[in-house]
């Protein structure tokens, strides 16, 4: 196993990396730097292959959390590797346990044996200027990031590694949806998945009132579908489900208070998402994939410009092991 390498400067490292908001108060999402495509196709550079290829999550990001999901829900656990960063962000972005550090729930890098998340990147590209987000696919054999946006990388999962999955077969992207999906994938990413951070993350009044009604507007529609719908689409798991289960299941224990998305609960204003948020949770293996503890201690504890007390509240949310 190789030595560890030692953090390499960048902008993150001076405190940027907690300067959410653009100057106007306004939260803009990076676009993801690496985007290649894992593929059954022989020629491609990167061909799907069983061990070859290891993911890098955080227990409490909801955009990873939809890939260790795919992950588990096709039964990839011993096809791709995982490793899960500490729910801290520091200075110097994601980490890995320090030395004498035993934190449950964090899976050491047992492929390049990171300390912090950016030596992943440094590793890919030395010269990279973006930030360190998960999830990344890691690529053994070329010793590069493939990807690192999560859309992508469900995707990916959901169909280029069949040949070795327990549900092979099963797409949570079938042709017949596809439209529907998009669809649906576009407003809830934008009013829901995304508008709760451009809600929390706001550091004006006036770009934060807009996107809070965007957060419920967006609620208000999901919770009209799921009125006669067991899933978004129907009777099919979908990853239009899965995008938006990792919001909700987030929503009432750090959403609503810490991004100020104040206007109603899941718990107790949302009934139908309530029920459908249970019914996602008690599928075989998702339960194992949540992860409370690193949700809860990773957005209270780290975004110190909005809980500088680090206080963390004690509610977990609505109990989702219940039977509809």
Same mark, same amino acid.
């Given at each position: 196993?190789?030595?560890?390498?030692?953090?390499?400067?960048?902008?993150?490292?001076?405190? *940027?990396?907690?300067?959410?908001?653009?100057?106007?108060?306004?939260?803009?999402?990076?676009?993801?730097?690496?985007? /290649?495509?894992?593929?059954?196709?022989?020629?491609?550079?990167?061909?799907?292959?069983?061990?070859?290829?290891?993911?890098?999550?955080?227990?409490?990001?909801?955009?990873?959390? $939809?890939?260790?999901?795919?992950?588990?829900?096709?039964?990839?656990?011993?096809?791709?590797?995982?490793?899960?960063?500490?729910?801290?962000?520091?200075?110097?972005?994601?980490?890995?346990?320090?030395?004498?550090?035993?934190?449950?729930?964090?899976?050491?890098?047992?492929? +390049?044996?990171?300390?912090?998340?950016?030596?992943?990147?440094?590793?890919? +590209?030395?010269?990279?200027?973006?930030?360190?987000?998960?999830?990344?696919?890691?690529?053994?054999?070329?010793?590069?990031?493939?990807?690192?946006?999560?859309?992508?990388?469900?995707?990916?999962?959901?169909?280029?590694?069949?040949?070795?999955?327990?549900?092979?077969?099963?797409?949570?992207?079938? /042709?017949?949806?596809?439209?529907?999906?998009?669809?649906?994938?576009?407003?809830?990413?934008?009013?829901? @998945?995304?508008?709760?951070?451009?809600?929390?993350?706001?550091?004006?009044?006036?770009?934060?009132?807009?996107?809070?009604? *965007?957060?419920?507007?967006?609620?208000? *529609?999901?919770? *009209?579908?799921?009125?006669?719908?067991?899933?978004?689409?129907? +009777?099919?798991?979908?990853?239009?489900?899965?995008?938006?289960?990792?919001?909700?299941?987030?929503?009432?224990?750090?959403?609503?208070?810490?991004?100020?998305?104040?206007?109603?609960?899941?718990?107790?204003?949302?009934?139908?998402?309530?029920?459908?948020? $249970?019914?996602?949770?008690?599928?075989?293996?998702?339960?194992?994939?949540? @992860?409370?503890?690193?949700?809860?201690?990773?957005?209270?504890?780290?975004?110190?410009?909005?809980?500088?007390?680090?206080?963390?509240?004690?509610?977990?949310?609505?109990?989702?092991?219940?039977?509809?």
């Amino acid at each position: 196993m190789a030595d560890r390498t030692e953090p390499k400067a960048a902008p993150d490292s001076t405190g *940027k990396i907690f300067q959410w908001a653009s100057k106007d108060g306004e939260f803009r999402r990076q676009v993801s730097s690496f985007r /290649d495509f894992v593929s059954t196709e022989p020629d491609s550079p990167f061909v799907a292959e069983k061990g070859r290829y290891h993911l890098y999550v955080s227990w409490a990001c909801p955009w990873a959390h $939809r890939t260790i999901i795919v992950r588990a829900l096709k039964g990839l656990q011993d096809v791709i590797g995982m490793s899960a960063v500490h729910y801290l962000l520091e200075d110097m972005g994601w980490r890995f346990d320090y030395d004498g550090e035993t934190t449950p729930g964090v899976i050491a890098d047992s492929v +390049n044996n990171a300390r912090y998340l950016r030596d992943i990147y440094f590793k890919a +590209n030395p010269d990279y200027q973006g930030r360190f987000t998960v999830p990344v696919l890691w690529d053994k054999k070329t010793n590069t990031i493939v990807n690192n946006e999560s859309s992508e990388i469900i995707r990916m999962l959901n169909s280029a590694f069949d040949q070795w999955s327990s549900a092979p077969g099963v797409s949570y992207y079938p /042709d017949n949806l596809t439209k529907e999906i998009d669809e649906l994938n576009t407003w809830i990413y934008d009013e829901v @998945n995304n508008g709760v951070y451009k809600a929390g993350f706001a550091t004006t009044q006036e770009a934060y009132e807009p996107n809070y009604e *965007k957060v419920f507007n967006g609620l208000n *529609k999901v919770e *009209k579908i799921l009125s006669d719908k067991k899933w978004l689409t129907g +009777n099919t798991l979908t990853e239009a489900d899965i995008r938006l289960w990792t919001t909700v299941v987030r929503f009432d224990p750090v959403y609503h208070t810490h991004f100020k998305c104040t206007g109603g609960t899941i718990a107790h204003d949302y009934p139908n998402i309530l029920r459908w948020a $249970r019914d996602f949770y008690q599928l075989p293996k998702v339960a194992e994939t949540v @992860n409370t503890e690193h949700i809860k201690k990773h957005y209270y504890m780290s975004h110190v410009q909005i809980n500088p007390t680090r206080v963390v509240p004690v509610w977990d949310g609505p109990d989702l092991s219940i039977k509809n």
